[in-house]
T-cell receptor, first 113, second 114 residues
Framework: NAGVMQNPRHLVRRRGQEARLRCSPM?????VYWYRQLPEEGLKFMVY????????ESGMPKERFSAEFPKEGPSILRIQQVVRGDSAAYFCASSATATGELFFGEGSRLTVL | DQQVKQNSPSLSVQEGRISILNCDYTNSMFDYFLWYKKYPAEGPTFLIS?????DKNEDGRFTVFLNKSAKHLSLHIVPSQPGDSAVYFC?????????????FGQGTRLTINP
């Protein structure tokens, strides 16, 4: 089952460290989206990428957060100098087209101590 | 600014009965609505959708109703089964806009009691 694969599933970091979350989209999908879910809240859009390009990063915090989707390899969401407020579940989704159905990964749960 | 609201954080229903999950939205430009289902430690999965040209869409045990004048939609599950226990998110956007424009509600945790 070549679904959307995210790793790590759980990540614990101390304040000030870096967190890297990876996402491999479904086979044949070139559109990748990252969402964040804070406790007791819905999913909030962060960034939309299509191979090597950031299409829309309007949901990304201006500092410390970055995302990439290289030609080869998974998409990576990078959070530098993590703070406690970054603790959340980060979901990746992919689609075959820009308006196609979204398929979500199982999420990466980041805990900042 | 919560454009999509699910005011009930949780709902408990007896097996075999009808489950009704509600969702309200404030942006009148939204014309496409979706429901996602999420089990613990899994990602959301698409359940059913409706566009604003309809007021009802049915798929098996699941029916979504849309009341545009009230800016309200609801998901009916009948009969409810234990496997329906999950968190349900409604989401809204403008049709044919990219998925990055989807706005999600906070979710409602549905528990089906045997």
């Amino acid at each position: 089952n070549a679904g959307v694969m995210q790793n790590p599933r759980h990540l614990v970091r101390r304040r000030g460290q870096e967190a890297r979350l990876r996402c491999s989209p479904m086979k044949g999908h070139s559109h990748v989206y990252w969402y964040r879910q804070l406790p007791e809240e819905g999913l909030k859009f962060m960034v939309y990428l299509q191979k090597e390009n950031i299409i829309d990063e309007s949901g990304m915090p201006k500092e410390r957060f970055s995302a990439e989707f290289p030609k080869e390899g998974p998409s990576i969401l990078r959070i530098q100098q993590v703070v406690r407020g970054d603790s959340a579940a980060y979901f990746c989704a992919s689609s075959a087209t820009a308006t196609g159905e979204l398929f979500f990964g199982e999420g990466s749960r980041l805990t900042v101590l | 600014d919560q454009q999509v609201k699910q005011n009930s954080p949780s709902l408990s229903v007896q097996e075999g009965r009808i489950s009704i999950l509600n969702c309200d939205y404030t942006n009148s430009m939204f014309d496409y609505f979706l429901w996602y289902k999420k089990y613990p430690a899994e990602g959301p999965t698409f359940l059913i959708s409706i566009s604003s040209i309809k007021d009802k869409n049915e798929d098996g045990r699941f029916t979504v109703f849309l009341n545009k004048s009230a800016k309200h939609l609801s998901l009916h599950i009948v009969p409810s089964q234990p496997g329906d226990s999950a968190v349900y998110f409604c989401a809204a956007s403008r049709y044919n806009q990219g998925a990055q424009k989807l706005v999600f509600g906070q979710g409602t945790r549905l528990t089906i009691n045997p």
